[in-house]
């Protein structure tokens, strides 16, 4: 077990070469990679997918919850919010990303992470509270509760998801 825990621990922290593990009376020596280099595009579409994909299982989980349904209620709900987002998604980080190079900013801070996580989700703001409301039948306070309580969620997994996705697929910089 221990093994396994310092295997996950190497490869979360971005540590890479070589690693002898013991392993009872046997030793392993491995050669992590924990880093995997995609262009700009293929990037993208990996960031995008893989967020929403986890987003359906939590939004489902999330929407059951406040609008106090069954689960298999919020999934239709679920899914289309990650169709929305999926797409904005894609226009979103492509228009980031060339506000990102065009002021020459190559590493992501805290401030940068931030300004990513709220600006990408009060444009997905628009989108779902019309949503909510359809499909739920509620006014638009209820809608725009169940909207803020999932935007505070989201803001710390957006922040969080994309910490560890940039860990995994760093950015590659190209000069012309």
């Known amino acids: 077990m221990q093994s396994i825990i310092d295997f996950i621990i ?3 922290s971005g540590n890479r070469g070589f690693k002898t593990i013991f392993t009872g009376a046997v030793q392993l020596k491995i050669k992590v990679y924990s880093v995997f280099y995609l262009k700009p595009r293929p990037r993208k579409l990996v960031y ?3 967020f929403e994909s986890i987003a359906i299982l939590l939004s489902a989980l999330l929407l059951a919850i406040l609008s106090q349904s069954q689960s ?3 999934l239709p709900v679920a899914i289309a919010v990650s169709v929305i987002a999926l797409i904005w998604n894609y226009f979103f980080n ?3 990303e060339f506000v990102e190079f065009k002021l020459k900013i190559q590493k992501r801070n805290v401030l940068t992470r931030l300004i990513h996580a709220v600006s990408f989700e009060l444009g997905l703001f628009l989108f779902t509270i019309p949503l909510y409301m359809w499909w739920y039948n509620v006014d638009f306070i209820k809608a725009m509760g169940m909207e803020l309580t999932i935007l505070v969620f989201f803001f710390i997994y957006t922040y ?4 560890v996705f940039d860990k995994f697929f760093p950015r590659i910089y190209t000069t012309s």
């Open 94 to 96: 492509s228009l980031f």
């Open 10 to 12: 190497i490869v979360l």
């Open 72 to 74: 298999h209620n919020s």
């Open 48 to 50: 995008a997918i893989t």
């Open 160 to 163: 969080m998801f994309t910490l």
